[in-house]
């Protein structure tokens, strides 16, 4: 039991490399991509013609996975007015219910993204430079369904906490 626990604690921090990997790798694209649209502007009088649009999918894509990142570190912005009010016990069962509506409102919306993204491919619709637009816009489920399952993760794990009244992390 322990090993297989020891194995999935490697596994988790893999994925979350990877997943900083990425942002990494987005961001500095984009400031490399800007910087030679930037350049190329002023000297040449243009620049590449896909590069304003692939931009804007790159500030897309590192905004969800940004948020990905920022779930699994429970680092999204909070209002913790009523937290301040509560027991350690109610906190964690406050978390538990406000975690499980994030993940039901995340569902729903990976579920229309879905429907989207579906419908895009049908339409055929091409983003820039013959790139069918449902491809950039495969991000959008995947990345609020993955932000939907840590938000009942973390639900789950709150409201384990409030039963047992262990305090808040």
């Known amino acids: 039991m322990v ?66 990142a920022a779930t699994r570190a429970d680092r999204h912005i909070t209002i913790d007015a009523v937290g301040r009010v509560l027991s350690p016990r109610g906190r964690q069962l406050a978390g538990a219910v406000t975690s499980a509506f994030a993940a039901a409102v995340c569902g729903v919306v990976a579920l229309q993204a879905v429907r989207f993204v579906a419908a895009e491919r049908e339409a055929g619709t091409v983003a820039f430079a013959e790139v069918p637009a449902w491809v950039l816009e495969a991000i959008l489920p995947f990345a609020f369904g993955l932000i939907a399952l840590r938000y009942l993760a973390l639900a789950v794990v709150r409201a384990r906490g409030a039963a047992v009244g262990n305090p808040p992390r």
């Not at 626990?5 to 490697?10: E, F, I, P």
């Not at 990494?24 to 896909?50: D, E, H, K, P, T």
């Open 3 to 68: 090993a297989n626990a020891s194995r999935l604690a490697r596994v988790i921090r893999v994925v979350h490399r990877i997943e900083d990997g990425v942002l990494a790798a987005l961001l500095g694209a984009m400031i490399l991509l800007a910087a030679a649209q930037i350049v190329l502007r002023n000297l040449g009088g243009g620049g590449f013609s896909w590069g304003d649009p692939l931009l804007r999918t790159l500030v897309l894509w590192l905004g969800l996975l940004a948020a990905l």
